[in-house]
């Protein structure tokens, strides 16, 4: 059975930074596009970041551009988020999820296969 297995949440100071990993198992990721979302308590899933199935192609929410830096590793079938110069307002559960489009999606229907999750909380 497919498995997304996000890991490297955790607390942090406003300003610094946290590396999030997106494992697979049972699933090719280089066969797909891989985003990342996010969560807060009480608003909507949304998108952050999407990588290309072979990384040419990158698109990120503007909110993090500048500041968040997405990767993949198709060798040890995982994706990356680097988030840099955190801020209170990124503070949210963050999942990782597959796409089988070549346009790389922005929308949850898009995607096909989710992660459980893993919370970042950033203190001011």
């Known amino acids: 059975q497919a498995q997304l297995v996000e890991s490297g949440g955790g607390l942090v100071q406003a300003g610094g930074s946290l590396r999030l990993s997106c494992a697979a198992s049972g699933r090719t990721l280089s066969n797909y596009a891989v985003g990342w979302f996010r969560q807060a308590p009480g608003k909507e899933r949304e998108f952050v970041a999407v990588?290309?199935?072979?990384?040419?192609?990158?698109n990120y929410a503007d909110s993090v551009k500048g500041r968040f830096t997405i990767s993949r590793d198709n060798a040890k079938n995982t994706v990356y988020l680097q988030m840099s110069s955190l801020k209170p307002e990124d503070t949210a559960v963050y999942y990782c999820a597959t796409s089988p489009r070549t346009v790389l999606p922005t929308t949850t229907a898009m995607y096909d296969y989710w992660g459980q999750g893993t919370q970042v909380t950033v203190s001011s």
């Open positions: 990588i290309s199935r072979r990384g040419a192609v990158i």
